[in-house]
């Protein structure tokens, strides 16, 4: 059959049969209660005698990329936001039925909220206390690790746990319908926020931000809680957008009661909301742009400190939820580009004789990352101050800095990606230098590669290509950056071009 003949419903049904496929494999290959003893690679063999089903591996490999084909094909179809929503119903329900796949997260929600029903506070306690079968699916990273999550997750967890009735399966459902709730909102910001900016389509929004199926494979079967994190922020933005600042500060508060990136959206949100106590549109000196975003800027400083207050409080907790880089679990991987620097120093080390290295080069450069992330936000949000009347510009702005914080992260995942996608999503128009959003959507398919369906990061065994791939990266990163300081410099409108 021709792709003529191929109309935007049957790729949609197309799409639905590589879902439900992925569905079934998923019971041979994703992430089963029963942790296996080896990596599960893709194969021929019906199953291995280590746990898993190579061949249901395979299955689920190729499941993917007919999903993916269906969703790319349809990029350009002449279809509403509506059909793009019935859509990426119709491919992601199936996954509700699905072992979570790509990652074991949602066994360590699961568990930890059964640990704080048990009056341990996963904050000073490990899943490894736990008095619960359930403590066997947590995988080995996080059994003898606090919890990294804010206290509104964890009384999420708590309630999951106190429904579920000791039944782990059940758990893993309530999850799942919360992130789900979370992708809907997510699904009615994104064609909110675009129709707002009128940057580009809501249908083309839609298409990339909701309907890629990385947010299937991670928001939907993975039940990552990042979907609640990112539905706060988005929401925050449209109300930001309706000048409603204080709920919008609040949500924002929320959202990094999740997980505490979503923070990083509380300035751009004060842009989006500030009164015009000048005129935004015409050149002003920088004393005047500071002072019409002092007072909203303090209004919602308030607002989302005492919802965070009020709700730490309440939860009994304690602080130490605002320091999740203290979490013991240890995640080394090339795909954050500082720990992939660090290991390059590493290798350097070890030619020489000096394998201490790698551990001394992977903490100082992670540190260096932060400083230089703590620079680069500040940076990325005067950029915006500077040209408050662009609303599209802030949006966008808060877009780079979310993939800044991925990029900078002492550990980076392939969900991530979904923290910056669906804000670029609204505020990058098609027309923009280099095919931007096309490198955002090839980005997307990629990463739905990057884990194995049984949560398996392929980031921890192609160090070797991984790592060069990081030397590279940082010196075109440094170089693009150089140049856009001068441009930015010898005319400062093109600073908006991004």
């Not at 008095?131 to 003898?144: E, G, V």
């Not at 699904?187 to 931000?209: C, K, M």
């Not at 988005?234 to 959202?255: E, F, M, N, S």
Request: proline content about 5%.
């Amino acid at each position: 059959m021709s792709d003529e003949r191929l109309t935007p419903a049957r790729w949609r049904w197309i799409g639905v049969a590589a879902a439900t496929g992925l569905a079934v494999a998923s019971w041979g290959s994703g992430s089963r209660p029963t942790l296996n003893r080896h990596i599960l690679w893709p194969g021929l063999e019906w199953w291995s005698a280590q746990g898993g089903s190579p061949v249901a591996a395979l299955v689920s490999l190729v499941a993917m990329a007919v999903l993916l084909l269906a969703w790319w094909r349809l990029r350009t179809a002449a279809v509403s936001v509506r059909w793009w929503w019935t859509t990426a119903g119709a491919w992601f329900v199936p996954l509700l039925a699905s072992v979570p796949l790509y990652s074991r997260d949602l066994y360590s929600y699961a568990a930890q909220g059964a640990l704080w029903g048990q009056g341990l506070s996963p904050y000073e306690h490990t899943v490894s206390e736990l008095d619960s079968p359930w403590r066997d699916s947590t995988a080995p990273t996080w059994l003898d690790s606090t919890a990294p999550y804010g206290p509104v997750f964890l009384l999420v967890a708590r309630g999951v746990a106190a429904v579920s009735g000791g039944h782990l399966w059940v758990a893993l459902l309530v999850l799942r319908i919360v992130a789900v709730v979370g992708v809907v909102i997510i699904a009615w910001a994104v064609a909110e926020l675009a129709s707002r900016l009128g940057v580009v389509s809501a249908e083309r929004a839609t298409w990339l931000a909701v309907a890629t199926p990385l947010v299937g494979a991670h928001f939907v079967s993975g039940g990552h809680n990042d979907a609640l994190m990112v539905a706060g922020m988005l929401a925050a933005l449209v109300l930001g957008l309706r000048r409603r600042l204080v709920w919008a500060a609040v949500l924002v508060g929320l959202a990094a009661m999740v997980k505490l990136t979503a923070i990083v959206a509380l300035p751009f949100v004060v842009l989006l909301a500030a009164s015009p106590a000048f005129p935004w549109d015409e050149p002003v000196r920088w004393r005047e742009h500071v002072a019409g975003v002092l007072r909203p800027a303090v209004v919602a400083i308030l607002a989302a400190g005492a919802t965070v207050g009020a709700v730490t409080l309440a939860t009994g907790l304690g602080w130490s939820w605002l320091n999740p880089a203290a979490t013991s679990g240890k995640n080394e991987q090339w795909t954050s580009l500082p720990t992939g620097l660090g290991m390059a120093v590493g290798a350097v080390g070890h030619v020489l004789g000096h394998d201490d290295w790698r551990d001394t080069g992977i903490a100082v450069l992670r540190a260096v990352g932060l400083v230089v992330l703590a620079v680069l936000l500040v940076v990325i949000w005067l950029r915006a101050l500077r040209h408050a009347a662009d609303r599209a510009l802030a949006v966008r702005s808060l877009g780079w800095a979310l993939l800044a914080v991925v990029l900078l992260a002492p550990a980076v995942l392939g969900w991530y990606f979904l923290w910056g996608l669906p804000v670029l999503a609204v505020a990058v128009a098609p027309g923009t230098p280099r095919h931007t959003r096309t490198w955002l959507a090839v980005a997307a398919t990629v990463l739905c590669f990057a884990q194995l369906p049984d949560g398996y990061s392929l980031g921890l065994t192609t160090t070797a290509v991984g790592v060069p791939i990081d030397l590279v990266a940082t010196v075109l990163l440094v170089r693009a950056g150089w140049r856009w300081v001068r441009r930015s410099r010898l005319d400062p409108s093109r600073s908006t071009a991004q």
